[in-house]
């Protein structure tokens, strides 16, 4: 793919131990705008190569993850190639009701609809780009907020 990280890519938001998530997709800027749609991403970083391809880092909330372009010479598929992914992004939102219609609306597909589970208020999606998530929050939480305050 062509792209070296520079040091404004390995700024982080603080210096504590933390694992951010990079999605291989197909697309990427239809990933990002996809993903601006679906859970309101802001683009922190950004770089595009010649051929098209997208390296970005997006927050939604304050929660971050990194996106890129699929590059089979360094290892790193997409799901649509691997027919299938290894890992779920859980997603935690205040109002999961509404970010799960928001990602269904932006072209997400439902894989089961929010439900309490598990002790959860929890749904899951696939996006455009076979990445899946659950979105939810604790049921405690939930519980806690209907709650008249006393």
Not at 22 to 50: H, K, P, T
Not at 98 to 116: I, L, Q
Request: proline share 5%; charged share 20%.
């Amino acid at each position: 793919m062509g792209f070296s990280m520079s040091d404004d890519m390995l700024k982080t938001n603080g210096s504590k131990t933390s694992i951010t998530p990079m999605l291989s997709v197909r697309g990427g800027a239809r990933a990002i705008q996809f993903y601006r749609a679906a859970f309101g991403a802001d683009e922190l970083f950004r770089v595009d190569n010649s051929a098209g391809e997208v390296v970005a880092r997006l927050s939604v909330e304050g929660a971050e993850f990194w996106l890129a372009d699929e590059s089979p010479e360094h290892f790193n598929f997409s799901p649509e190639s691997l027919r299938g992914s290894s890992v779920r992004m859980v997603l935690v939102a205040e109002d999961p009701d509404a970010v799960f219609a928001r990602a269904v609306a932006a072209g997400a597909t439902v894989v089961w609809p929010v439900a309490n589970s598990h002790g959860w208020r929890l749904g899951r999606v696939s996006d455009p780009f076979g990445h899946h998530w659950e979105i939810g929050k604790p049921l405690s939480e939930a519980l806690n907020q209907d709650s008249p305050q006393t």
